[in-house]
């Protein structure tokens, strides 16, 4: 069975360009996370979707970040201007229906802002 | 707003020195605390579940713990491929999966 998958896998843009990170996860998992991670630090909780619908956004920085799940399958997380502060790795992780199980993790993307 | 806390934030061991590491959570409600394990340059690798005060898992040379308020994740007789940074998270009522900082675990041969 495939695992999350992520791409892109690294991502190197300018500031005040925009920037997309996509995110396909396991089949059948209906509630997909995404995350960022800052160096030496544990990884934040962005947005949490329950199929298509974004259930929390309150940790997403909505006024450059914007995220969508269309037909509550792939997902995508977009920067729009990104400052030099979004350098980090962002990651998507998937779990199943069942409220309690473990999510499982991609590899992520690691942008850099310069 | 509900914490995850893990210490030390880093750890030495030499190999076959035994250890643990501590994941402390405030969330009233806990539906589960979750262990997993970093590699450099990827994504968290799932360990565990524990859900209830008094549950043990184990895996290999690795055993988590679970009380009212904290978590263990001994070590036993560690190798130098156990090292990695290893994460805590718990999820409360909300299903929000929120995480430590981690701890970085070195073992020298």
């Known amino acids: 069975e495939a695992g999350v998958v992520q791409s892109p896998r690294y991502k190197i843009i300018e500031k005040k360009q925009p920037v997309a990170f996509w995110c396909n996860p396991i089949?059948?998992?209906?509630?997909l996370y995404w995350y960022r991670q800052n160096l030496g630090q544990g990884p934040e909780l962005l947005i949490r979707?329950?199929?298509?619908?974004?259930?929390?956004d309150s940790q997403l920085p909505k006024d450059r970040f914007s995220a969508e799940r269309l037909k509550g399958v792939d997902s995508t997380l977009k920067i729009q201007p990104a400052e030099l502060g979004d350098s980090a790795v962002y990651l998507c992780?998937?779990?199943?229906?069942?409220?309690?199980?473990?999510?499982?993790f991609g590899q992520g993307t690691r942008l850099t802002v310069v | 707003e509900d914490q995850v806390t893990q210490s030390p934030e880093a750890l030495r061991l030499q190999e076959g020195e035994s250890s643990s590491l501590n994941c402390s959570y405030t969330v009233s409600g806990l539906r589960g605390l979750f262990w997993y394990r970093q590699d450099p340059g990827k994504g968290p690798e799932f360990l565990f579940t524990?859900?209830?005060a008094g549950e043990e898992k184990e895996k290999e040379r690795l055993k988590a713990t679970l009380t009212k308020k904290e978590s263990f994740l001994h070590i036993t007789a560690p190798k130098p491929e156990d090292s990695a940074t290893y994460l805590c998270?718990?999820?409360?009522?909300?299903?929000?999966?929120?995480f430590g900082a981690g701890t970085r675990l070195t073992v020298k041969p």
């Open positions: 992780a998937s779990s199943s229906r069942q409220m309690n199980t473990e999510a499982f």
């Open positions: 524990l859900y209830s």
């Open positions: 998270a718990e999820k409360g009522e909300d299903n929000d999966m929120r």
């Open positions: 089949s059948g998992h209906n509630t």
């Open positions: 979707y329950e199929n298509e619908e974004a259930v929390d």
